[in-house]
């Protein structure tokens, strides 16, 4: 329904942007049809926020017997963040779950997926979920949730617990903050990259590009890129950017977390060939289930991004698995490809002004 009522209406400062690759990739035809299907994916993704974060589009929406979803990642100490890109703090985080506390029947994601599955749900169904494995999610978000005693489910990624390694997109963005980011595009050894990076455009969109660019263009232009800046400008991840332990895992499981998977490395799964795929879902279950105890049966596709091979495996092993696609879960909705909503603000929320009893 939502797909649907969405315009292609790209934001002015996205025209532009499409404008510069449009211009950077003459020349390289072997990727033109790549960057054409990307394009067409950012404008779209650009029209789709700005849906879900219109309230009068929200007010559209009829809860009924539906449940939605909530994604978070970082809850921060900062309210914006770097290049003025968005970033969720303990103070908005408060306000989300006190909104929702007042006006939901917050559920873990499993009750959820049950009561999909069962067709019996509560009118007001939410689940909050957290990718990836922050630290300030237990230092920042959890006491929260504890206060207004809210389940929700994190989503580790099992490789990266307890180690100082960071997430691509953050360290390439720390790069930029740290060593300029004309500097960095310099030097990344990709002329399109390079010239998405030093473009005219807001910093904070420079970032973005280069980011789903590196995303779209798989491992074997990212990986390259990726070494070379690392060489050139290391960073050491920040408070912000700190993974958990295993012992904060345990600690958030034992204060009524639940814990799912977010893969051993978080790749994007539709990159790899099948055999390393059952290994990311096969491993990060295993060693979630050796460290807390208990087999996870919740799955997070990293990036969102997922096809038809890799649903097919993670149902071997998951009995639910979410994904970045906006909107509402019903009775109907594929357990392998549920439906959640980002939230940046209250309005983000929208989704309850249409719900009554
Ligand atoms: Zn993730």
Redesign the pocket.
Known sequence: MLQADVQENPIAGQAQLAEVLRVACQGRGGIRVRLKGWLKWLVRRSAMAQALASPGRGRGWSLGPRGYVITY?KVERRPVGPFGMQALDAGAFAEHVEYLARRYEIVPLSVLTQGLRSGKLPTRAVSLTF??GYRNNLVLAHPILQRNRIPATL?V?AGLVGTRQW?WPAELVEMALRYGMAEVGAATGDSLLSALLQAELPPSMRAEAGIEYLLRMGPGVREPVMARLRERFPVEPDDENLFLSWDEVRALKAGGMEIGS?TMT?PVLPDLDEEHVERELCASRNEITRRVGEAPTLF?Y??GVFSEPVKALTGRYYGAAVSTIPGENTARTDLLELRRVTAYSVEDLSFQAASSR
């Open positions: 990642r990718d990836d989503f990624t997430m977010h978080h997070c990293p990036h």
